[in-house]
């Protein structure tokens, strides 16, 4: 099962960056944003000097697919797709880090 998870993760991870290299090839991404903004997911994690509660339920929050999906769909549905490469660039650090295994976390700690 957890080989199945990862793949599954790693196969969003390539399909998100595969339409960002699109959205670069049309003109309407940058490698450098890419680049910039992988990692940002990331400063979700600062919540844990709240408590490991509200660590958890941060973390849990950006690095669920719903938020970046809901983006997508917004981008998508009301013809805004200046933001479609925010969404992208988000769902491929998710499908990145749960293709390592990283997981969401439990309000034990991280």
Request: aromatic share 16%.
């Amino acid at each position: 099962m957890r080989v199945w998870l990862r793949l599954e993760n790693l196969s969003a991870l390539v399909l998100a960056v595969f339409g960002y290299g699109r959205l670069h090839t049309a003109g309407h991404a940058s490698w450098l944003l890419f680049a910039g903004l992988f990692f940002a997911p990331d400063l979700s994690m600062l919540g844990y000097l709240a408590s490991a509660r509200v660590g958890a339920m941060l973390y849990n929050t950006v690095h669920s697919y719903i938020l970046p999906l809901a983006l997508t769909a917004f981008a998508l549905l009301k013809d805004h797709g200046e933001v479609l490469p925010y969404a992208l660039i988000w769902i491929t650090h998710i499908g990145f880090d749960r293709s390592l295994g990283y997981g969401l976390k439990y309000n034990s700690g991280f």
